[in-house]
């Protein structure tokens, strides 16, 4: 069974950063792409950053310049670095990924969310 396991949410004031991880284990044959969603209260799903096996990346306008996404392959982790955060950026962060597992069947894996709130 596959897991993504995340961490780093939090409260900072307007300006700050954080750094989020999500860590996947369990019976992992390959992970494929990566990517961070993200979900604020009454609204939808959106994407926020995406980085795929060779690490090319993506990323929404409303983060381009301020966010980076990273992976450590080794580890089965991947990042999202916060920069510069503003109050629209509060929301429910989850990890997402497209692994295959051990009996080398791909399937999409969501984490359970970490809130991160942008507020003085």
């Known amino acids: 069974q596959v897991q993504l396991v995340e961490s780093g949410g939090g409260l900072v004031q307007p300006g700050g950063s954080l750094r989020l991880s999500c860590a996947a284990s369990?019976?992992?044959?390959?992970?494929?792409?990566m990517a961070w969603y993200r979900q604020a209260p009454g609204k939808q799903r959106e994407l926020v950053a995406h980085?795929?096996?060779?690490?090319?990346?993506n990323y929404a306008d409303s983060v381009k310049g301020r966010f980076t996404i990273s992976r450590d392959n080794a580890k089965n982790t991947v990042y999202l670095q916060m920069n510069s955060l503003k109050p629209e950026d509060t929301a429910v962060y989850y990890c997402?990924?497209?692994?295959?597992?051990?009996?080398?069947?791909?399937?999409?894996?969501w984490g359970q969310g970490t809130q991160v709130t942008v507020s003085s």
């Open positions: 997402n990924a497209a692994i295959r597992d051990s009996f080398i069947v791909l399937s999409d894996y």
């Open positions: 369990g019976s992992i044959f390959s992970i494929n792409a």
């Open positions: 980085i795929t096996s060779g690490g090319s990346t």
